[in-house]
């Protein structure tokens, strides 16, 4: 029997973050009840320990593929037309930059895929051959220190106000009235299912509460395969961050700057509008390896478990980090590379092996929607990807997408697409800063 959209129960795993909120959002805009739609997370939304809770992430096209190419375009469109996320968009553009032989040739093919495939990219991506094209765009780099640089600037790039975007999303839900649980009442213990162990009925919560729904969508980020086991297809890994205290001159004087981006260095953004600016390196992740039983495994094996910063608030970056991230402040911005950082933090995504989300039903649960895997690259989604995640749920998804966000254990998630595999934590001191 088909259930109507208008009397169908959804429960929303992880509706906190990126894809678990947008998944919420969708919903409600394709017209299900919201008082049968129930959002759960360990933290009310935008949830603390989301990789989305954050002070800007980028926005670009990403030309890995067709559907992502695709994906970011339908992202790009309604960053740029919807009314509550146009406020959170800075369309500053983007400067992809490389110097390297290697890196340059990789730039290359990157662009020549952009103008490849076909719509329209060539009117807004821009080959800049000479460091004085890069400094046209980009004339707080030190000419010093870009020699033999090329790059790609992109005119429809810039970055997302991630953490106001998705509390957008929050205020938008509640106002509409989705049920929400937090804290242990919202923290994912187990899926109920059925006499017969094949249908999710449901969700059991860590304080014994129980939800039942007629779908359940687990889209917890970086902590799903540590929630239900994903056989190996997605490794959570850590990215790091620091933050610069800008005075009001400096800040107006880098006031419109393009996201700068070097893969053998790392990146910055504009500062904000409390003079503040995000600095990040660029390496292959960390991992924090244990061993450790997720639903539906038959044994404790090891999975890279999560830290929550939002729980250990103490905890800030390994000491090898702090030379990365000093590096790249003295390429990118050298004037502050005597600056005091804070807010030294890491950021937890989930990589899978191919750098494609995985958004498909579990194979051994029905009516159980997996929603993750974001790679580290998924954030510009916000707007759109919970559309598609609607989609599945409603047996409409389009065949190029199902096909490239199926269940699909056997490969790599460790390496992913990256340079190298993750370094573990327990290798790397100086991030710890408790007993726990």
């Not at 919202?186 to 779908?215: H, I, N, W």
């Not at 056989?231 to 004087?253: N, P, R």
């Not at 970056?317 to 004037?335: H, M, N, Q, W």
Request: charged residues 25%; proline residues 6%; glycine residues 10%.
């Amino acid at each position: 029997m088909t259930i109507s959209r208008a009397s169908k129960r959804v429960i929303v795993v992880g509706g906190g973050g990126t894809i678990g909120s947008s998944t919420a959002l969708h919903l409600v805009r394709s017209g299900y009840a919201p008082s049968n739609i129930t959002v759960l997370d360990v933290y009310p939304i935008p949830s603390a320990q989301s990789a989305g809770n954050d002070l800007n992430k980028i926005m670009g096209i990403r030309s890995g593929s067709k559907v992502d190419i695709q994906l970011s375009l339908e992202a790009r469109d309604m960053w740029r037309n919807d009314e509550l996320f146009k406020p959170y968009f800075h369309n500053t553009g983007r400067l992809d930059c490389e110097g390297s032989e290697k890196g340059i040739e990789g730039l290359r093919r990157q662009y020549q895929r952009l103008i490849d495939a076909g719509v329209g990219l060539e009117e807004t991506h821009e080959w800049l051959d000479t460091e004085d094209e890069i400094l046209s765009k980009a004339p707080c780099l030190p000419p010093d220190q870009i020699k033999g640089w090329k790059a790609i600037f992109s005119h429809d790039g810039g970055w997302l106000a991630a953490a106001k975007a998705i509390d957008a999303i929050g205020e938008d839900l509640r106002a509409k009235g989705v049920q929400f649980a937090f804290g242990s009442a919202g923290s994912f213990q187990k899926p109920l299912l059925d006499a017969g162990g094949t249908t999710c009925v449901g969700v059991e919560t860590v304080d014994g509460s129980r939800y039942y729904a007629d779908t359940v969508v687990l889209a917890a980020g970086a902590w799903s395969p540590v929630l239900v086991d994903l056989e190996d297809q997605c490794c959570s890994k850590a990215w790091v961050y620091a933050h610069i205290q800008l005075t009001a001159e400096e800040a107006t004087q880098l006031q419109g700057v393009p996201v700068v981006y070097n893969g053998d260095i790392g990146f910055f953004f504009e500062p904000n509008e409390n003079r503040v600016i995000k600095v990040c390196d660029e390496f292959p992740g960390f991992s924090r390896f244990i061993n450790h039983q997720p639903y539906g495994a038959e044994v404790p094996k090891p999975i890279s478990v999560p830290r929550s910063h939002a729980k250990h608030p103490t905890d800030t970056y390994p000491d090898a980090s702090e030379v990365t991230i000093r590096k790249a402040i003295s390429t990118y911005l050298p004037g502050f590379s005597n600056k005091e950082l804070f807010n030294r933090a890491m950021c937890w995504c989930t990589d899978t092996a191919d750098a494609s989300l995985l958004i498909c039903e579990h194979p051994k649960w029905k009516n159980f929607i997996l929603a993750t895997g974001d790679s580290g690259h998924s954030f510009k989604l916000l707007p759109s990807i919970g559309k598609h995640v609607v989609e599945l749920i409603e047996g409409n998804l389009s065949a190029d997408l199902a096909k490239a966000w199926r269940w699909r254990p056997g490969g790599d998630a460790r390496k992913s697409r990256r340079a190298a595999p993750p370094k573990d934590l327990a290798d790397m001191p100086g991030w710890k800063h408790d007993s726990v």
